[in-house]
Each structure stands twice: as C-alpha cells, then as structure tokens.
Nanobody, 114 residues
Framework: VQLQASGGGLVQPGGSLTLSCAASGKITMINFMAWYRQAPGKQRELVAAIDRSGRKNYADSLKGRFTISSDNLKSTAYLQMSSLNSEDTAVYYC?????????WGRGTQVTVSS
C-alpha cells in the first residue's frame, strides 16, 4: 500500500490548509487512517485519527482547530486545519492500517510563517 500526502505548504498565521492522503496499491480494507506530525527536534505525535465507521480521535491540544475526514470509497483521508500558528509547523505524515500492515506516507511539510 502506498500513501500519497499532499496539500502542505506555506501559510500565514491564522490561515487554513487542507491536507489529503490517498492510498493506492494492494488495498484490502483500510480500517484506520491517521495524521501524525513531527516538528523539528520533537517526537512524532498523533494529530487525528479516523476509523472505517467514522469515529474520530484528536490530540487534545488540537480539538476545535483540526478536522479529520475520510472517503472510504476513494481510500482517502483529509485533514482540515484552521487558525494555524507557528507551533503547527511540522512535517505531517499519513498512516493507514489494514489487516496485515501499517503503512506510512512520506510526509508533507506545513510551515506557518508570516
């Protein structure tokens, strides 16, 4: 399974971005998709996750600003981010889990700066 993340870039403080993660390849049934991020000098952390039934989980610090969604037919997950600030600057990684494996995308850079 390959994951292609897109939508990152440079955004001003207070701005918004939407990331996409498209899965392809030997997909059987993806049960779980998630977004993680890793800022310079910090450990990778969970941002948000969604399971096949649509149940969502967020990092407490990001609730209300970030929204995860998915399109099961397209095997794609989205992350809508709003009210971005400099602390959101990181590489954002997509993760997908199906029976037999956990897969990671290469990541997409999000930089929040004026």
């Amino acid at each position: 399974v390959q994951l292609q993340a897109s939508g990152g870039g440079l955004v001003q403080p207070g701005g918004s971005l939407t990331l996409s993660c498209a899965a392809s390849g030997k997909i059987t049934m993806i049960n779980f998709m998630a977004w993680y991020r890793q800022a310079p000098g910090k450990q990778r952390e969970l941002v948000a996750a969604i399971d096949r039934s649509g149940r969502k989980n967020y990092a407490d610090s990001l609730k209300g600003r970030f929204t995860i969604s998915s399109d099961n037919l397209k095997s794609t997950a989205y992350l809508q981010m709003s009210s971005l600030n400099s602390e959101d600057t990181a590489v954002y990684y997509c993760n997908a889990v199906q029976v037999g494996g956990s897969y990671w995308g290469r990541g997409t850079q999000v930089t929040v700066s004026s």
